[in-house]
């Protein structure tokens, strides 16, 4: 039980992955909008583009989690038919 613990509280997990991955492309976009040969104007606007593209997808993500978690339902029910389906024929 102990040895479980210990497995469990080592290393990372997949949301700690996520975020440090999140925070390195975030890192990388700043650094390439930095070193950009163009004019503070054009990088602003651009920045300003790009947060508004990221608005628009982040105003769709409950939706899209939504329909995701829709289908997975279904097919889980779906899955639980044909399993007792199955047994019942066994």
Known sequence: MR???EESNSGF????????FLAGAV???A???????QS???TRQQLRDL???GRERAQRLPEALA???EA???AFTEAMAQSNHQAKRS
């Open 27 to 29: 890192a990388g976009a």
């Open 40 to 42: 503070g104007p054009q």
């Open 51 to 53: 947060a508004d593209e």
């Open 3 to 5: 040895q479980r613990e």
């Open 13 to 20: 997990t997949g949301g700690q992955l996520f975020l440090g």
């Open 31 to 37: 650094a390439a909008f930095l070193s950009a040969p």
């Open 72 to 74: 997975a339902k279904q």
């Open 67 to 69: 329909e995701a978690t």
